[in-house]
């Protein structure tokens, strides 16, 4: 075989395990379990989750005066909406006597009343009224020792985890568009995702696996900016048409491991916020938010605008393919042309507390 003879049949391996699938039967599978897969002992999996700032839910999905579970970083949540319209996060479980207050419970006023004895709690965890009771016992007029910050931006609410209870080290940041009503609703196309948080991460500076896994004619290149827990990668590259070249631009920024959006410029304008969020230590739920103009400049302008939105996500799909089964690899064996994988670990490195 010549040193240029293709190596691969085809380009895009992962091919056979999406080709039969119908649009119904492939948004099913996005969110499916997979059954039988190893455990997370036997894939690596087993290391500390990183701390930063996480999405819970879409600001749309919790309305005043409503509780609902959540599960996230390997625990039980409860999320509510005050009177006041803030959104408030407690570890779920009822410091009496361990009822979850996701489910039965109800708000009063801005306070949360567990589902069990009515008893009464503050976003931090502090009892405010125990309707049998004479007096509060001491300790339960104290914060809990587990916090959830809590703020909203971007249509999403946001929660801060560290696992050992420092406060935020940085805010969320806003993105204009989101809030813009000459940009739409958000297109939103969600997966689980059986694997670590970290593996997902690295696939964005793994320059090699765009061509074999999502068959790019070239490995991309991109400049990347390193500046403390920011992240910045810039694309910028043209496509042609029958009205001549145009140009355009790939900006993906990710702070810290929860915050990360992608806007897509010149041929078409595009903002996709990825809300990733741990459950479990082998399982991510991702949903990706896109917004765009209602009216793009030009008519070509809106039919890039919708490609965009199908190849980011035929790209995950094809992704998760690798994901669902990977294993972490503490010490990989990397080569030219891998991409900045190792500077990207040293980078990830900071947000691990341990």
Not at 69 to 80: A, I, K, Q, T
Not at 138 to 166: D, M, S
Not at 222 to 244: F, K, L, Y
């Amino acid at each position: 075989m010549a040193d240029d003879a293709p190596r691969f049949a085809s380009p895009v391996a992962v091919a056979a395990a999406l080709a039969d699938m119908t649009p119904e039967q492939r948004a099913a599978w996005r969110t499916a379990d997979v059954p039988g897969r190893p455990s997370v002992a036997e894939r690596n999996l087993d290391i500390s989750f990183p701390f930063g700032w996480f999405p819970a839910l879409l600001s749309s999905e919790l309305a005043a005066g409503e509780v609902k579970p959540l599960r996230y970083f390997g625990r039980d949540l409860v999320v509510w909406r005050g009177e006041d319209g803030v959104a408030r996060m407690l570890d779920a479980h009822c410091r009496h006597l361990g009822a979850h207050m996701g489910y039965g419970g109800r708000v009063a006023g801005n306070l949360l009343e567990c589902p069990f004895h009515a008893w009464r709690w503050d976003g931090e965890g502090v009892v405010h009224d125990i309707p049998y009771a004479q007096t509060l016992p001491p300790r339960l007029q104290k914060p809990c020792e587990t916090q959830w910050p809590v703020t909203e931006a971007n249509r999403l609410i946001w929660f801060w985890y560290h696992p050992q209870g420092l406060a935020p080290q940085w805010e969320v940041e806003i993105y204009p568009e989101t809030s813009d009503p000459a940009w739409t609703d958000y297109e939103i196309f969600e997966w689980r995702v059986f694997g670590s948080l970290q593996n997902m991460a690295e696939n964005a500076v793994d320059t090699a696996h765009f061509r074999y896994v999502h068959g790019t004619a070239t490995f991309p290149t991109s400049e990347m900016i390193w500046d403390g827990p920011r992240r910045t990668s810039i694309i910028d590259a043209g496509v042609d048409t029958r009205q001549g070249r145009m140009e355009s631009r790939i900006e993906a920024r990710m702070i810290g491991p929860g915050q990360s959006a992608t806007r897509f410029t010149g041929v078409a304008e595009t903002l996709l916020v990825a809300a990733v969020t741990p459950v479990e230590k082998d399982e991510v739920r991702v949903r990706f938010c896109f917004t765009q103009p209602r009216e793009q400049a030009t008519p070509i302008a809106t039919m890039f605008a919708a490609g965009f939105v199908h190849e980011v996500c035929r790209q995950l799909d094809q992704d998760k393919v690798i994901w669902d089964h990977q294993r972490y690899l503490p010490r990989p064996v990397i080569c030219d042309g891998d991409g900045p994988i190792l500077r990207f670990r040293q980078y990830y490195n900071q947000f691990y507390a341990d």
